[in-house]
Each structure stands twice: as C-alpha cells, then as structure tokens.
C-alpha cells in the first residue's frame, strides 16, 4: 500500500494510491495509521474501496510523516561514498540527525541558503519503524519496519565543515526533500535490497547505485541504532548515499536556483524539488 500526506484549500489529509488515482481518507493522518498498526490498514483499505478520488489540481504533497519522533541519518553508508572521501574501512555506523525542520514534501522547493552557494545533494531510502524497541536484534529488525521512503538529504556544505559535527550543514530549513509516498513493507523485497538507487540534476545521472551495496544493511542499522536509543513507531532512519555528491567533483558541482533534483529508487517512484532561492 501507498500512502500521501497532501494539503489543498487551507485542508490536509492522507491519500492511498488505487492505481493511478488517489483516493482521499477521512479520519487519519500518517503518524496515526502507524500507531494503528495491522488495524489502521485493515480500516485505510476498507474505506479506500469506495474513497472518492483526490483532484490533484492545486494539491500540495507533504512530507509523509510531518513530525516524526526522530529522523537518524547514515553517513558514509556506501562503499564508494567512503572511497571517494578517503575513509578508512568503518567498523561501527556513523549516526547523525535531522530536525523536522528541515523536511518538505515532493515537488516543493527546496531553498538555496542566502548565505551560501554550497547546496548539495545526496539521494537516500529511507526507512520508517512501525513497531518500537530496544535493543533489538538483526534477526527481529525487519518485524519493525513499516515501509520505505525516498530522501534527498540536501546538505549545506560550507556549514558541515564548519565544526566537528555535521549538524549544522544539514539542518537548513526545507532541505530534506522527503516522499512522495510512503510504501509498506511488503511491496519491497525484504530490508530493501537489491533496489537500483539514482539521483539526477536537471537529467543528468550523477548518483547511480543498488541498496545492496550498503555496508551496513537495514537490519544492523536498527540494531546498532536500538543500542542507544528506544525506537518509536514513525521515526525516520535515513540509510546513506552513494558517491556521486557535488561536493567531490572536480569543479565541485552545487545545486542553484532553477535546477530541479530528482531521487529515484527502483519500486518507490519518483522524489523531485525544484531549487529556489532563500525568501
């Protein structure tokens, strides 16, 4: 199943995909029909049998989940991305986090900082939990996850560098292009694997990977991560992206005002943000 947080005419609310249409749902939000677990879907799919269709005209996608507990973000996740930046082999994830600040949904501009031209892309699947825990293991990780995203992990990186920590750099405001649909699991093959991963800037492919090649895969994530942290039905785990990032070409190449980026996995669809000046 495939679900859309949407906002039209002052109102918001969540859509199912039924074939090529959208169909409204009344009584439900996304972060409600997790919490709702089997009996959410049971009901979301009943109504949307006879679910009038979602006009699309002057319709606003939404980020899936607008507030989720948490949004843990991979870096280095890709064999490639750590090559290309000169890492050694890692042994342990590398964790960091997004605000829900700094989410917006498919198809809304994402804002170039006034302060700087650094702008960079970085497409990602991302994974959303629907059952909580802690220490989990690698063996139980998979009976947590509800379903799967795409993400663009926009990143500022003249803000990223400038300390210890990545924080900063990727917590602009609007710049974690997220959506447009969030999929349940079992429309995937387990733990994401084998999907063909691309990112593109203005139709050129300049990410181009396959989730099996991340080094640590889906299932030591949510352990490793259930480690520290109690996971919470909605929270976000955003996996890591594949080389190809702005920052590493030779010119370096940042996204500007009027280019559009797009995020694709093989089974999710399609996440695109057009790139707009700061107001």
């Known amino acids: 199943m495939r679900f859309v947080s ?19 749902l009344e009584g439900f939000d996304m972060l409600g029909l997790l919490r709702a677990g089997k009996e959410g879907l049971e009901r979301a799919a009943a109504q949307a049998a006879t679910a009038p269709v ?7 996608y939404l980020p ?19 090559d290309e930046n000169k890492l050694p082999p890692q042994e342990y994830p590398t ?3 997004r605000f829900t600040s700094s989410l917006l949904g498919h198809e809304q501009p994402m804002p170039r ?15 959303i939990i629907g059952k909580p825990g802690r220490y989990i293991t690698k063996e139980q990780a998979l009976e947590h996850v509800w379903g799967y995203a795409l993400f663009n992990d926009g990143s500022v990186r003249e803000f990223q560098g400038r300390g210890k920590q990545w924080t900063l750099g ?42 099996s090649d991340l080094i640590f895969d889906i299932p030591t994530l949510i352990s490793r991560l259930s480690e520290a942290a109690s996971l919470e039905i909605g929270d976000v785990i955003v996996t890591g992206t594949p080389a190809g990032i702005g920052f590493f070409r030779k010119p370096p190449l940042y996204m500007k005002p009027g280019d559009v980026c797009e995020v694709e996995i093989e089974g999710l669809g399609i996440l695109r943000n057009p790139i707009a000046d700061e107001a």
């Not at 979602?54 to 606003?60: A, I, K, M, V, Y």
């Not at 899936?64 to 991305?81: E, F, L, R, T, W």
């Not at 900082?113 to 994974?127: N, R």
Request: net charge negative; charged share 25%.
């Open 64 to 82: 899936p989940i607008g507030d989720p507990p948490k949004i843990v973000c991979v870096g280095m996740n890709y064999q490639d991305h750590a």
């Open 113 to 127: 900082p006034h302060i700087s031209d650094t702008l960079d892309f970085e497409g990602e699947l991302a994974v």
């Open 170 to 211: 990727k917590n602009f405001d609007r710049t974690g292009g997220f959506g447009p649909e969030l999929i349940t699991a079992d429309e995937l093959p387990p733990g994401g694997r084998g999907l063909h991963l691309e990112t593109r800037l203005n139709g050129t492919v300049v990410q181009s990977a396959n989730t």
């Open 95 to 97: 964790f960091f986090v």
């Open 6 to 24: 949407w906002k039209k005419d002052g109102t918001q609310g969540l859509a199912l995909r039924r074939g090529k249409d959208l169909v409204r």
């Open 54 to 60: 979602l006009d699309l005209n002057g319709l606003e």
